[in-house]
């Protein structure tokens, strides 16, 4: 089933995407695969970190819930921070690429080892930052990538990818988390987990072809043919 998914995903979006997204082509390409990637990592692991805390550490659902506020606030501050940063795109995409990828192998230990809700939301505390760092960047990066001409294809592109990745990293994790519903306890949540982090580590390897480049004037937008 999970490979299922992942197929009529790739059939599907091919086409609505530049040339050499999906193989992750330097600039503009790697720069749109990255927004997938990203957003696959980060709400592929938020989706379960309440039910986490609320299953392992009893908490109330309002009190599960806090760690969802504390990874919107730490991007919103890392969005403000990274718009005073005189850093070359490439390399403020790793930064915040790497920062997600740490806090979601916080999530794993927690799961694993037991660490308690408080090193979770510390873990996501960090993860929103790296996606403040990041987020931002990658649309202005589309723009600057992109003529006059092509900036409405590409900025829907990204929104594609965005959305099909969150989706599919959600989709995916719950199959994983459904078919370890015998064995219970962490082992469900470690099981969602590693979808996402997987994703993680494709985002971390995928922004080094990011922001290469960026041309004065983009070229020509082309699809990938089915």
Known sequence: EVVAVAER??????????????VAGAGLPATILMRGTIAAAYFGTEVY????????YELSPSMSGLILTVGALSWSSGSAIQARMSVPAQRLLTIG???????????????????????AMAGWLVAGGGMGLAFPRISTLVLAYSSRADQGANSSALSISDAVGASCATAIAGLVFVSLDGVGGSQQYLGGFAVALVAAV????????????????????ETEQP
């Open 9 to 22: 995903a790739h059939l599907a979006v091919r086409p609505l995407l530049p040339r050499r997204t999906l």
């Open 97 to 119: 690429s790497s920062l997600v990828l740490a806090g979601i192998c916080v999530q794993v230990a927690t799961a694993a080892l037991d660490l308690g809700p408080w090193v």
């Open 202 to 221: 494709a985002t971390v390897l995928v922004s080094r072809r990011a922001g290469r480049n960026v041309p004065e004037a983009a070229p020509v937008w």
């Open 49 to 56: 970190l309440p039910k986490m805390l609320q299953d392992s």
